[in-house]
């Protein structure tokens, strides 16, 4: 596929996402680390202006000078921005208006790729293109949110197809041996900064289990009072579960003593096969601790991930994310990607049901902050 | 005008006033003190559903059950509601849903009110239309502040009328003799609660401007660093100020040295003959502090009111909102009105530009917390 | 007597209150609202040391130049200070220190004192001696706070002789006559500012209790679920029962099913025929209202206080702390001294158990927030 | 030495450390991090009391049953306790009475340890007097900071003895090879859980500086806009930076252009030579990330430990605190020391000036969370 074929396929994959919300879906911020859909779908196109219309595409005129402040994410080179916790409180531009803002730069970017780009371009073309599957991600994500923090509890759309739970794919423990292994991204084809430089690490003798864990062996956990033992907590957790009175994970509701849990469909009954999903870190290692048993570091999960199936929900290790050895940001606004926030995050290996097609590898690096739970975070335990 | 024509006129005014909105407009809450729109439009339609419908309609089917939990305001006697900051992060029901809401509970009080109600009912519906009202204020309020909140600046309305500058009146204080005045209402037309008992108060000689302070005139203020001078604020406003970084009035901007004032037309040069709006209670104090004066009392205010033309803007006193002696709350729900805010407030006198037309008189008491700013408040001085 | 045995009379008082104490109890503020004892002493000792030393005693060499930045409390004139939540963060000056300073200002008052001073210095004495006797209320106050916060629960002196409680001076109440009261302090005697001008009020016929609402009275609203009915409380105070889960006055404990009270003799059982203390308005408020009755205004009970014995507790009212009609401030620091207080908080009437002999008088007028308990604070009803 | 003799040097350390200070100075905790030496020296007390003799030694009489609840640090198995935060706000017990606790455990103490121990208790001892010794550490580093941040900026004590600043060993960088190295403690002598078990990593091939960073070459950073430029810091860090407002390390001051330290001594000129100290993480990362280079992983450090010279202050490492392979907790109270840390916390590898002699060592691991400055942290660079 040509690049002006992969760009329209990404973008329309941006907008086939949004096609079951109302007007009002795209436009509120219940919580500080969910973004509107609507500034979603307008940043994902400033990115393409910005790094790609604007420096390289003679001529370009910009589509709104103030779009610049209002869809900026994070980038302090590229100037002001609105502040993240002020996203939701933006009732314009109105859906329509991004949505010409849409139509006019990928009109542009369809000229644009009339003519074969320059090395420099095509790279910066592909991130844009990962960089929006990681958009089309975060929008199921924050959706989900949205939709499911709603007292009406409104189904996001009636087609949504959920994976199948599946039975455990054995009942065993994965065994690696001790040794050096490398670790992170080779060959040609693409990945982020962080993934690189690929490195050695010498491991232990460990083992895997090849199944994430259930909401059926999650329940044991709650049921024999695991929310209220410190004894399987960090005391920075202990602290999070009191503050915030947590007892079960995101979306569960204890309705008339039975478990619901809100998905796309709406609230449904709890699936015991389906994997334990929307929990935070803390309880991943308290769950683990409880088991006896521990999370697997990054290494020992890469290393061993072509022996099992991933990809339902995206999965906590215990390693905080650090750069790798010789890790190097870009030069100028695209070096502020991902190595400005290597502190106080863990690692999660894997992808979720939401990610997009083809977007994740084994050597990919997704992260977040101890206590989120918006996420589809899951559990697989080592020893 | 019989009821079920009052009953019209005034809820096609809540929609008049929101038409020129965009669906997004509807939904956001960039502060706590604005509540969305969507949410006035269904909260005064619950309010009859409530309050006249479910107890006196036989056999009136409730719309939507969840809508209680939606949109009831403060009343802990209906029962459990979306808390208020939360307002803001609910995209469902949707705009369309509310007006169906609308028409529905419409329909049920134009068959209602084919028959007579009662003379408790009609108290009831007279209270409905004054409680409308207010709301209506309340969303041209809360629409300004919405839109001039926001980073490109709409425009409201280019329909929209802005009341003109007058000249001052004169330029002399109006004299008010010593001695025993009655306050509050009186005779057979509708008040709230928080007007009654007419009793009597004993007031000194003061006098008061017949004019309010304008633009102009706060910004001498202003120029002669009125911000800086700790002498002319009460402790907490000093804090405030200190806190907030609060240097002029809400939606002056500063712009290349000169001074734009954010309107329902959008941003527009600052007009020095309109009076000074969006101020808080600890600013105008300083200001009369700065001037050598002082605010008039509520009492000063409806002693002398019908010898000024007032109506422009709220006007701060220096009253705290109290209860007048025999104030007694209504049983039930009703009773939660007014009394329950009766503290750490300061009653504000007249009205607005965007009160709507005949729901202010001489004994209306408005208030507000001394740091708030987005109603149109202004100043009047007295010595 | 003459004003230098004034001068070291109260001086003498203020290191008699203090010493039961232990040197780390003059060292810690538990709360914001409570300040280390040796802040109190060393205020005091800087207030005659800069308003009165300084500018009118000659040759007057300052102790430390420091203590200036130290003891200030908040007078913005006199330049910056330590902020009031770091009082208790500071070691030094030792209590040692102070007191070396309280003697080397005292010497010099006494050289001062030798000669007869101004008309203008005599007042500031007096201001002086006043605001000495005040703080000697508060360090009484405070020093009940920092013991009664302790988790040994020390007692401050065992010599401390409490109040008797009495029997009720009589079941009625106390009516009085609609009309015109004159309220404000009169003749040559001191008071403070906020006590003058002297003006007339209109009161309407009321009727006071004669008594002070007792524990037993105050047990029957607790047992009777009182904390937990939100129709008795303003919406203000029921978020701050519910935020900090108020279910009883400070320093009350239910200590295996009986109610303990912290005193100053440590915990003791809870004395029924006791008037109830340590209350903040929002209780004092919904007590009233769960009666069927309310609190006085301070002018209600100005007028009425010849006719029943006070002086057990400061008694909450129901006006808010304004100036009267013609209030002015002083200028310089001394301005400073209660006008810039008069916003937000409530007025107290009466005097308590630890005010100074002599302190108070009928036109006094006390004022706190309505969320703060620490005070001797009780209730009178009205209706 | 046997371990009363151990026992009583480790205790008369103790003392000494507090024996320059004010009874003030025991009772003030000026932030969250700060404990009040009076809670030091009953804490380790209390540790003594707790685990070896209330039950080692048969017949031992608690000294105050209240005293668990006052100086229990953490131990959620050992029952309720003083909040944190609540530390400070104590007055009692007294400095006094804290010391005739010391002399009562140390006497039974004494008793106790006139027979040989079981190699359980003999663990336990040897746990105890490593406790002491990281406290004597905070002790001394908590002293600094509560005399520096009182505004008289008194002395610790005159004839406290600063290290030498050295002249740089030399200015070029370490070389070590790549390939595998053991990390973590070996042999029989006492280390904390943390430092086990001894296991194998894999580094690449690195450099070291042999030398600290010094106040020289910090202040080039801070004179070139360091603290202003966002693209040296995690977005965190720049976060954290413009909140607190942070120009320099802590304990500098700028006073009339020149930069002045506080010290032991007080306040002194900034002394160039020396080695940068009191920064957070997010400073030392900043710093490394302007020069080009980065902070070395706590592996490196390690492996190269006996290469250079250190313990003049903790170094900052890149390393996240986790557990290495194979950690486990010890069962009961005693396993909460260290592991229910480890998440958010980044190692320091070294020791500080005031560290207790012998008790650090090449594998000793502290740990902080990245914003704290109050420790004595400094920067080794790597690349």
Same mark, same amino acid.
């Given at each position: 596929?040509? @690049?002006?074929?992969?760009?329209?396929?990404?973008?329309?994959?941006?907008?086939?996402?949004?096609?079951?919300?109302?007007?009002?879906? !795209?436009?509120?911020?219940?919580?500080?680390?969910?973004?509107?859909?609507?500034?979603?779908?307008?940043?994902?196109?400033?990115?393409?202006? *910005?790094?790609?219309?604007?420096? !390289?595409?003679?001529?370009?005129?910009?589509?709104?000078?103030?779009?610049?402040?209002?869809?900026?994410?994070?980038?302090?080179?590229?100037?002001?921005?609105?502040?993240?916790?002020?996203?939701?409180?933006?009732?314009?531009?109105?859906?329509?208006?991004?949505?010409?803002?849409?139509?006019?730069?990928?009109?542009?970017?369809?000229?644009? @790729?009339?003519?074969?780009?320059?090395?420099?371009?095509?790279?910066?073309?592909?991130?844009?293109?990962?960089?929006?599957?990681?958009?089309? &991600?975060?929008?199921?994500?924050?959706?989900?949110?949205?939709?499911?923090?709603?007292?009406?509890?409104?189904?996001?759309?009636?087609?949504?197809?959920?994976?199948?739970?599946?039975?455990?794919?054995?009942?065993?423990?994965?065994?690696?041996?001790?040794?050096?292994?490398?670790?992170?991204?080779?060959?040609?084809?693409?990945?982020?900064?962080? &993934?690189?430089?690929?490195?050695?690490?010498?491991?232990? *003798?460990?083992?895997? %289990?090849?199944?994430?864990?259930?909401?059926?062996?999650?329940? &044991?956990?709650?049921?024999?009072?695991?929310?209220?033992?410190?004894?399987?907590?960090?005391?920075?957790?202990?602290?999070?579960?009191?503050?915030? =009175?947590?007892?079960?994970?995101?979306?569960?509701?204890?309705?008339?003593?039975?478990?619901?849990?809100?998905?796309?469909?709406?609230?449904?009954?709890?699936?015991?096969? &389906?994997?334990?999903?929307?929990?935070?870190?803390?309880?991943?290692?308290?769950?683990?601790?409880?088991?006896?048993?521990?999370?697997?570091?990054?290494?020992?999960?890469?290393?061993?991930?072509? =022996?099992?199936?991933?990809?339902? %929900?995206?999965?906590?290790?215990?390693?905080?994310?650090?750069?790798?050895?010789?890790?190097?940001?870009?030069?100028?606004?695209?070096?502020?990607?991902?190595?400005?926030?290597?502190?106080?995050?863990?690692?999660?290996?894997?992808?979720?049901?939401?990610?997009?097609?083809?977007? %994740?590898?084994?050597? !990919?690096?997704?992260?977040?902050?101890?206590?989120?739970?918006?996420?589809?975070?899951?559990?697989? @335990?080592?020893?």
């Amino acid at each position: 596929m040509d @690049l002006a074929d992969c760009y329209k396929k990404v973008r329309q994959r941006t907008e086939q996402i949004c096609s079951p919300l109302q007007t009002e879906d !795209y436009v509120v911020q219940p919580v500080v680390d969910v973004s509107p859909p609507k500034w979603h779908i307008g940043h994902v196109t400033w990115f393409f202006e *910005t790094f790609v219309l604007k420096p !390289y595409f003679m001529g370009y005129q910009e589509f709104n000078a103030n779009y610049n402040y209002v869809f900026n994410s994070y980038y302090e080179t590229v100037g002001n921005r609105v502040i993240r916790t002020d996203r939701g409180n933006l009732s314009r531009p109105t859906v329509a208006d991004i949505y010409q803002y849409r139509a006019y730069v990928d009109e542009a970017m369809a000229k644009f @790729l009339h003519q074969e780009p320059s090395a420099e371009v095509k790279e910066l073309l592909i991130l844009g293109f990962n960089h929006e599957e990681q958009h089309q &991600e975060l929008l199921l994500t924050d959706i989900k949110y949205i939709l499911g923090h709603n007292p009406l509890f409104p189904a996001y759309d009636a087609a949504y197809v959920s994976p199948k739970a599946e039975e455990a794919i054995s009942p065993g423990f994965i065994k690696m041996d001790e040794g050096v292994y490398e670790i992170g991204h080779t060959g040609d084809s693409f990945c982020f900064d962080n &993934e690189l430089n690929r490195h050695k690490v010498y491991l232990n *003798t460990y083992e895997l %289990s090849p199944n994430l864990v259930t909401n059926a062996q999650y329940l &044991e956990f709650i049921n024999s009072g695991g929310y209220h033992d410190f004894r399987h907590w960090h005391a920075e957790g202990w602290d999070w579960v009191n503050i915030n =009175k947590v007892e079960a994970p995101l979306y569960w509701h204890s309705i008339d003593g039975e478990w619901q849990n809100y998905t796309y469909h709406g609230l449904q009954p709890l699936s015991l096969k &389906e994997p334990v999903c929307h929990i935070s870190y803390f309880e991943a290692y308290a769950y683990a601790s409880w088991k006896g048993l521990r999370l697997p570091t990054e290494f020992e999960w890469e290393a061993a991930a072509t =022996k099992f199936s991933w990809g339902k %929900s995206w999965e906590w290790t215990e390693s905080s994310y650090l750069p790798y050895p010789g890790f190097a940001k870009a030069p100028g606004a695209i070096g502020e990607y991902n190595g400005k926030f290597m502190v106080n995050q863990k690692v999660l290996r894997g992808a979720s049901e939401v990610t997009s097609p083809g977007h %994740s590898r084994i050597t !990919y690096r997704n992260f977040f902050q101890t206590h989120l739970r918006w996420q589809f975070t899951g559990i697989r @335990l080592a020893r």
